[in-house]
């Protein structure tokens, strides 16, 4: 599973990713499991066609055009997370229309980390998300590769004045 390594930059006021030099000027080549997890956590997954889109004037379900036929042609998988529609959404419980919003952003990164397990790249998955305050939930996963995890990562999900910024913080690796 040969891919190259994703690092994060952050800004003043973004978090971008961009692929890592080695000294040779070629591309690491290391890591490729967690380049692959933080392409699908830090990537929008094409929202479902009964999703509530968190703008209402737009009709823009997002995700990416190679998954169009992604099986098909590859056996692939649909990229990315759909933790995006939570972007203008208040943290709310499960007695809210839509449900708890904690919830919804465990299901949403489970659901973009399933396909590691069912094509047996990762033993299993770990998944928690956790209301730290006011205006933030975390989420923390644990990629299993057999009884040890092989990596483990941070996704805080930030609501500030319907903004959201979205971090992924490699913790173990």
Not at 15 to 28: A, K, V
Not at 56 to 67: A, L, M, N
Not at 112 to 133: Q, T
Request: glycine letters at 6%; proline letters at 5%; aromatic letters at 8%.
């Amino acid at each position: 599973m040969t891919d190259i390594r994703v690092i994060q930059i952050k800004g003043p006021f973004e978090i971008t990713l961009d692929w890592l030099m080695t000294n040779h000027m070629m591309l690491d080549e290391t890591q490729e499991l967690a380049t692959a997890i933080i392409v699908a956590l830090g990537t929008d997954r094409l929202a479902s066609p009964d999703d509530i889109l968190p703008d209402p004037d737009s009709e823009d379900r997002r995700g990416w055009w190679g998954d169009l036929d992604a099986e098909a042609i590859w056996g692939g998988w649909p990229i990315g997370t759909r933790c995006w529609l939570l972007e203008r959404s208040k943290i709310t419980g499960p007695e809210a229309f839509e449900g708890s919003t904690v919830a919804r952003a465990e299901f949403y990164v489970r659901e973009a980390l399933r396909p590691f397990v069912d094509k047996r790249i990762a033993s299993h998955v770990d998944v928690e998300a956790i209301r730290v305050g006011r205006d933030r939930i975390d989420v923390r996963v644990a990629i299993f590769r057999g009884p040890l995890p092989a990596i483990e990562l941070r996704f805080q999900q930030l609501w500030l004045d319907q903004q959201s910024q979205a971090q992924i913080e490699h913790v173990v690796g």
